[in-house]
């Protein structure tokens, strides 16, 4: 059997007039591109990678998957996804396996996955062999640009529907506005729900340090991006400085990235963005590099293509999401969301 069509669509968003903020930039959206693979027995799969900012990358993204990565896919065996995975990762080589290059092997990566789980009949987490069939979740739910009023409503929503653990942006222009930011936050969940913080690559190292010091004593739970993600002398700094947990990884974009970062106990808890890291063949391989690091995994950004990567690995910390939307597929049980039980990445 043979991979036979590649499509990619772009999916236009207008910019939302509101947009969620962080330390680093607004993200108003931008779209996705969405790839569609077909056998020769018309069994599909799909992929669909988004964008919170930069206007026009959809279809700059959607042009790379059709030019580049469209014609080494074609005539492949669906079966042999981590062989394409290093075909594509080869052909991007020379321009660099890194940016919108990962993320399209992404897409083309999760496309196959499906195909091949709906080709099986089976979850993907089936294929790969699952650890466990339920993962803590946390909300992502404290941007900046909310006021304390919105903040407290919206972080108490996310306890009331089940989260034990929710996460906030610090990297005000003061250490103050930040404690004050944490202790609002903290008299809307009460005293038993984590509270995670994060800085977006904001602070210089020194000043990281001096927060970082601060936050442990307010019993935040992890310290995440405080400074450049490819600051791996600054990051090995603050990990032995601190006794916060140091959480990054969000924007590196190889497994060879993340071995440098757990070489230098660098990290204490990684967090590969499915997208930049292209995709689920190269998660679960930085996941379980970091398991004999003997690090946690923490996804960055959720869904039922992270669930079912988490459901395989034996660090598997906490998935993030947002609040569940009405009529939403994922399910808090004691704070943890089921996995997937669908063909592939489809949910049921």
Not at 149 to 162: N, S, T
């Amino acid at each position: 059997m043979q991979i036979t069509a590649l499509e990619v669509t772009v999916r236009r968003s207008a910019p939302n007039p509101t947009p969620i903020r962080d330390a680093l930039q607004s993200l108003p959206g931008a779209g996705s591109a969405q790839v569609v693979v077909r056998t020769e027995e018309n069994i599909s799969g799909v992929g669909e990678v988004g964008f919170g900012r930069v206007a026009g990358a959809p279809e700059a993204l959607a042009a790379l998957i059709e030019h580049i990565l469209k014609p080494v896919v074609l005539g492949t065996d669906p079966a042999l996804v981590r062989q394409t995975h290093e075909a594509m990762l080869r052909e991007t080589e020379y321009h660099g396996s890194f940016g919108l290059a990962m993320f399209g092997i992404a897409a083309v990566d999760v496309a196959l996955w499906d195909c091949l789980g709906r080709m099986r009949g089976v979850p993907c987490w089936q294929l790969w062999g699952a650890a466990r069939k339920a993962i803590p979740a946390y909300a992502m739910v404290g941007w900046l640009n909310y006021n304390d009023d919105e903040v407290q409503r919206i972080c108490a929503q996310a306890v009331e529907q089940g989260f034990r653990a929710v996460k906030i942006k610090v990297g005000y222009p003061t250490l103050e506005e930040d404690v004050r930011r944490i202790q609002v936050v903290r008299k809307a969940i009460g005293a038993d729900v984590r509270l995670m913080v994060d800085a977006n690559q904001s602070l210089t190292t020194k000043e990281a340090l001096r927060r970082g010091r601060a936050f442990q004593d307010l019993g935040c739970y992890w310290w995440e991006e405080p400074i450049s993600a490819d600051d791996v002398d600054g990051y090995a700094r603050l990990a032995e400085a601190l006794d916060i947990p140091i959480a990054t990884g969000e924007n590196l974009y190889t497994r060879a990235d993340f071995a440098r970062f757990l070489r230098r106990d660098a990290v204490d808890i990684v967090q590969p963005d499915l997208r930049r890291a292209g995709g689920p063949t190269a998660l679960l391989q930085i996941g379980l590099l970091a398991d004999a690091f003997r690090r946690p995994y923490a996804s960055h950004g959720g869904g039922p293509v992270q669930l079912n990567i988490m459901a395989c690995l034996p660090n598997a910390l906490y998935l993030e999401t947002g609040l569940i939307a009405p009529n939403s597929p994922l399910k808090l049980r004691d704070g943890c969301a089921a996995i997937p039980e669908g063909p592939g990445f489809q949910w049921e």
